[in-house]
């Protein structure tokens, strides 16, 4: 099965596009931050209702992401003072530059579930 | 700056595309995958031309990350008896499924180069 010549890509438009996907994943790349973003996007939320949202996720992992969301632009923290003082986790508006990403992704994902799910019943079909 | 309301994901539908990102970054997230992707779009290489190509990446890590692309359908290792015996990768039709979620993510990774860049011109500019 090979992809079809037409698709193929010229050496400088592959480097280009490597260049670009680096780019991207030096911030969004990695096992959380997309899902921290997702979470995030039903509303505001407390440390640990995102920790619960997020499933698997350790709570110092959880921490470090969302410092690097913050330091680059897509989460603010918001500090309410008051006993207890309350701590908000928000999507900032650039963080919405990432919605035609996240909805090809998510996409993706659910066709690539239902594919294996076929292939899983495909095995066990066969005697 | 929030998202404005509209944009907010209910409970459910949060959850949903919660799971569609995982099951998606389970075969194709980590730092190499759609990198070794975009670098056979330019046609089947060897195994040293894609580490060429794939710039920072280890022979281990490379050989580790061809056979999860081969064992999840994206990617073919086709060998061609002869002296020396040579090893071809290439990618095959589903891999081509992922067209869509690479386009989004090359745009967005152009973006966001040029914001960076943008703020570091202000920065420099700021007396």
Known sequence: M???DSQRLDSDKCISRLSA???ALYVIGGK???RIIIALMEGPKRFNE???TVKGI???VLSSELKMLEINGFVTREVYTGSPVAVEYQLTDYSS???KVLDEL????NMHREKVKEQWKEKEATP
Chains 1, 2 share one sequence.
């Open 21 to 23: 996907v680096e780019d």
């Open 50 to 52: 995102l920790q619960r």
């Open 58 to 60: 350790s709570a110092k």
């Open 2 to 4: 090979k992809p079809k």
């Open 97 to 99: 530059t990432l919605h």
């Open 106 to 109: 998510v996409k993706w994902g």
């Open 32 to 34: 959380w931050k997309l």
